[in-house]
């Protein structure tokens, strides 16, 4: 029993870390009021170059590299789309999503099925790991998930605490005013955005490197969305995100352990889907306007425009 | 010194408009090539046997416009749903819930009863099935404003789970001999095909009706009017009093309910029986998002925008197996095709003008 509870513990932290990545990294980026969609797409990118670059170099580390610079390229079209031609931000985001699954189904057909010999091994803080009950479950763990969490408190410090986070949150919620401060709005526009992808094709790194050491299509299965909705559960705020991420990683892992109760396990795997919906309707009946929504999110704004 | 203006256009022909479309898949297909180089293939070859293979020959034809079939009718209620700006990404549930319906529908009537009665019989329960699927996002996005992006595609996975927990477990066939799928359909619900070809004509006369009644409906109707206001400009819609809830409950019940019809074609029409949701559908909700953005968001368009894209599923089919490359290749294409579309889209309402200065 007590072994139980660990390995969720551990399994829900481990299946959380990706949801975590990429949400505080969408978070970053609807906070300057460019929505992008493409976070599934970004994702499966990062998680192939990683997976890659990994098995040519023997570098886990330089497939993660690998993976932020891909996530980088990848976002940039919906940056330049976005933010400079001022493109439909859904349709571009829809876009990106098919263009990243199917950039990463072609660049991984050779992979599939290949295990990694050099995965990104579990790394154990010293004498935290050594406690009884939590030590195995939290401090045992892949360096993704504490470079998860230090990246999302880094971006609520970011956003809540320095001058440079009231500037992105300006331009989410109201690029004229903001641009007649003087600040360039679209460059902060596309940082957030790069950002935000570097972030997404992080959490695709840990699936391939990480979570599993292989590389299979389809293995973000829709996290991606997920993520986007996890973005809006957590009120926009990175720190409410980890809370939010793992939740969600532990509904991931509570398909496994009912499983051996007999339940459809094709209903099992509708529930991470199922709860999406019903959080976000859980969070409207508090919150029917979704007041804390960054105004200007998803809407083009064009310098000099009244 | 070059310096490069940009400025508001505001004479925008529907040739310039249509130029702007061909331009800009012609810079997407250079895209493509680029990327077929580094795959090692050559680009030249690649991008024209896509085109020969889906219309160079008389089974080629056949093959794009019955693939072409879905595509124009999940396009064209697309349209409509785009219009408003309701981002339905959920085509892909709704035409498997339409299949789930329509199967039903046939299996438990399709034995007494003649091909003239089930055959609208089922495209009715396709319908309803699809309509529903899509009026939930619907109800979530105007009563309890959630993003409807999120909403569909949820409930698209959930439609997968739900026909693949449906086709193994009570609706296991039983002479499927343990491979997943239901029995095959009655006779006298099955389609009827065109000699020689698997184009199952029912269902492309819809199409095609559902295409023209649809661009009755967005450009000489009320409601039609009402749901381009709603797209367009919000808050007029609320000034003048339109029923958000009724508009968009209407325009989600017809975009999913066409994607219902879609399935019932699949199934009907193609398969006779129902399987796994990767069977019934291969993409075709998330393909005919592009077709309607390439339509321009006219239905009518939605025909020829949808035979471009069985064309390039035909195609990209084929070079697949001669060339070795990846299924993913089609979402490529696919993917740069829409960015393509997209920034096309900026340089039809702007003009940009590169002058040169001297020094």
Known sequence: MEELIISTIQRTMVAGTPLLLATTGEVICERSGILNLGVEGVMAVGAVTAFIVTMTTGHPWLGVLAAMAAGFAVSLIHAFASVTLQANQVVSGLALTMLGLGLSGMMGKPYVGRPLAVKMDDVAIPFLSDLPWIGKALFYQSPFLYLALVLAIAAWFLLERTRMGIQIKSTGENPKATETQGINVSLIRYACVLVGGMFSALAGAHLSISYSSSWVEGMTAGRGWIAIALTIFALWNPGRAIFASFIFGGIFVLQYLLQPLGISPNFLAMLPYLSTLFILLAISFKDPRRLNAPAWLGAAYKRGER | MIRITTSDRYNITPLRSFMTNVVALGAGVLAISLIFLAAGVNPLYAVSQIFLESFGSVYGIKETITKAIPLILIGAGLTLAFRAKFWNIGAEGQLLMGAIFATWTAQHLGNALPSVVIVPLIFTAGFIGGALWGIIPAILKIKYAINEVITTLMLNYICAEFLTMLIVGPWKGKTRFGFPGTDALPDSAILGVLPGSRIHYATLILAIICSVGLCVLIYKT???????????????????????????????????????????????????????????????????????????????????SGLFFAGIIVGGDAIQISLGLPAATVQIVNGLLLIFLIMGDYFLHNKVQIRWFRA
């Open chain 2, 222 to 304: 009320r409601f039609g009017y009402e749901a381009r206001v709603v797209g367009e400009n919000p808050d007029a819609g609320k000034y003048a009093g339109i029923d958000f809830l009724k508009t968009s409950l209407i325009l989600m019940a017809i975009s999913g309910g066409l994607a219902g019809f879609a399935g019932v074609g699949e199934v009907a029409g193609i398969h006779h029986y129902l399987g796994y949701p990767a069977s019934v559908s291969s993409g075709y909700g998330f393909t005919a998002i592009i077709v309607a953005w390439l339509a321009k968001l006219n239905p009518l368009f939605a025909i020829v």
